[in-house]
């Protein structure tokens, strides 16, 4: 099972970038998936879950009504889409799939877990 995080780079304070999550075939597509990041100093959090059909999401509420997951099962791939963006995002980015199929914000729920992207954002 391998995942890579990848889209990760430095944006302004109010920009945007776009994480993707390559999975690999052997991961099963029945599995809900999510974004996790670490910022230097702090344990890593939950950012925002997905079920295995797209329909169940669930986002932490500091990321509510910015951030957009989203996956095409297709293309094996799960994406972060970041809007405005701030200085308390800057973290290092993590994609996980679940042992369920359902959304979860618990971290316990995540057995596999990708390499993480760095996310800088300048003021």
């Known amino acids: 099972v391998q995942l890579q995080a990848y889209g990760g780079g430095l944006v302004q304070t109010g920009g945007s970038l776009r994480l993707s999550c390559a999975v690999s075939?052997?991961?099963?597509?029945?599995?809900?998936m999510g974004w996790f990041r670490q910022a230097p100093g702090k344990e890593r959090e939950f950012v925002a879950g997905i079920s295995w059909r797209g329909d169940g999401i669930v986002y932490a509420d500091s990321v509510k009504g910015r951030f957009t997951i989203s996956r095409d099962n297709a293309k094996n791939t799960l994406y972060l889409q970041m809007d405005n963006l701030g200085p308390e995002d800057a973290a290092v980015y993590y994609c996980?799939?679940?042992?369920?199929?359902?959304?979860?914000?618990?971290?316990?729920?995540?057995?596999?877990w990708g390499q993480g992207t760095q996310v800088t954002v300048s003021s």
């Open positions: 996980a799939s679940a042992r369920q199929a359902w959304a979860s914000k618990d971290i316990s729920n995540y057995n596999y």
């Open positions: 075939r052997r991961t099963s597509s029945n599995n809900g």
